[in-house]
């Protein structure tokens, strides 16, 4: 069987971020399953219907990056109890146009941490909602991650051995459904 293509979407731009940190972390939990694709979004311009006819070559790079992969794995940082803004530009303008939304019957599994106890439940909830409605086919269950500093090893895998356990068990499940979905 061919090797799952995954995006992996990181809605930070922050230099040392958690999130990209978990990321490549679950990256490595999927081992050799899949051919994992970071996809870059901080160089995206504002969405604006207006550059719909002359897209800005971030943007169809972007989205040929996006639409290129099976399933998505999305990581993100709660930013007032939603989504970053780096994040919801990205999910706007791979949406449009409508016909070729490249959200759309994807497998997609979300995730998040940060450093308070409910990780980024909240935010997840309204991508969650957010993805749904574009399509996406959302992994149910949730990984809300409370980020500690011994979380992460310096090797990039994930060092506490019950939340390495429990993001095997999410990622196994993602990819099982992702791999049915693509076949």
């Known amino acids: 069987m061919a090797k799952l293509k995954l995006a992996v979407v990181v809605g930070s731009n922050r230099t040392g971020s958690i999130n990209l940190k978990l990321a490549k972390a679950l990256v490595g939990l999927a081992g050799d399953r899949v051919d994992a694709r ?63 939304n490249v959200w759309r019957g994807k497998a997609t599994a979300i995730t998040g941490t940060s450093p308070g106890a409910i990780g980024t439940a909240v935010g997840q909830q309204h991508l969650r909602q957010i993805m749904g409605i574009l399509g996406g086919l959302v992994m149910g269950g949730e990984a809300y ?8 090893a310096d090797d990039g895998s994930i060092a506490i051995d019950d939340t390495k356990a429990f993001l095997q068990t999410y990622m196994d499940n993602f990819l099982n459904v992702a791999e049915k979905l693509s076949a």
């Open 145 to 152: 991650i409370a980020f500690k500093p011994d979380l992460i």
């Open 38 to 100: 970071l996809i870059q979004i901080d160089d995206l311009p504002l969405y604006n219907m207006d550059l719909e006819g002359s897209r800005p070559e971030a943007v169809n790079r972007f989205t040929s990056d996006v639409a290129a992969c099976d399933a998505v794995l999305m990581v993100t940082p709660e930013h007032n109890r939603s989504i970053p803004a780096v994040l919801k530009n990205a999910i706007d303008w791979g949406s449009k146009p409508m016909d070729k």
